[in-house]
């Protein structure tokens, strides 16, 4: 294949093993979920650097998510962005979560954070979805919980997602599970992902690679950009 065609199938070296786990896939059938990329997450004026969160490891991965976005649009992949939000009175959270919201607000921030319709709720202007992108607005952490992402996803018959975004530990690991639950052939982008410290991407890994491919498969960005380019090997 030559040109800007985007591939006829999708295949990753990955591991444990090559991913698609089955068989290669064709790019309809996989989507890319870009977890999270919110001001309030990432951004030196937002929430959580406002509690004193160390965001600076986030921020970093914006450009490799970036060139993931570009080559998933130029393959023909579904786009999914996620985004998490609460009323501003934190309503719609369990009391339990509620409490614990109030506990880290005391830590320094003057409003609370991840407040639908603000400013810090938005993705970043760089990872932000263009027209024809499913943007999955959330409560919780897992992207599956309370949404509509399954049904969107089956409805298009999508079997592979691709996970990026933040955070390793808390929403990007909830929806990688959500996702493995599901049936879905599920690859995370470890240089796509992060924390506030390098080493907590790093233990969640550690507990992945510990299961094999049952939590699905890991491959760094570079080898998901050759295998969504317009010379994928099928």
């Known amino acids: 294949m030559t040109g800007n065609s985007p591939p ?41 650097a406002g509690i004193g969160v160390t965001t600076e490891p986030m921020r970093a991965v914006v450009q490799p998510i970036g060139a993931l976005l570009a080559a998933a649009r130029a393959a023909g992949l ?18 339990v979560r509620r409490h614990i919201r109030g506990i ?4 320094g921030a003057t ?53 990026a975004g933040v955070t390793t530990n808390v929403c990007v690991l909830a929806t990688l599970l959500g996702g493995v639950d599901r049936g879905y052939d599920c690859l995370l982008v470890p240089d796509a992902v992060a924390a506030d410290a390098p080493e907590i991407t790093a233990a969640v890994l550690r507990i992945l690679d510990h299961e094999g491919a049952v939590l699905g498969s890991r491959a760094p960005v570079a080898a998901v950009l050759r295998g969504l380019g317009p010379d994928a090997p099928a």
């Open 111 to 163: 409003a609370p954070g991840l407040v639908r319709g603000e400013p810090g709720w938005q993705i970043v202007d760089a990872l932000a979805p263009i027209a024809g992108e499913l943007l999955i607005d959330k409560t919780g952490y897992s992207a599956f919980e309370g949404t509509a992402l399954d049904a969107e996803l089956r409805a298009r018959s999508i079997e592979a997602l691709v996970v």
């Open 104 to 107: 880290r607000n005391a830590g």
């Open 8 to 48: 006829a199938t999708v295949r990753v070296a990955a591991e444990p093993a090559a991913w698609p786990t089955v068989a290669a896939l064709a790019p309809a059938r996989i989507a890319l979920v870009v977890v999270d990329m919110q001001t309030d997450f990432i951004m030196p004026d937002g929430w959580l």
């Open 78 to 95: 579904t786009v999914v962005h996620t985004r998490q939000g609460n009323a501003a009175d934190l309503r719609d959270l369990p009391a």
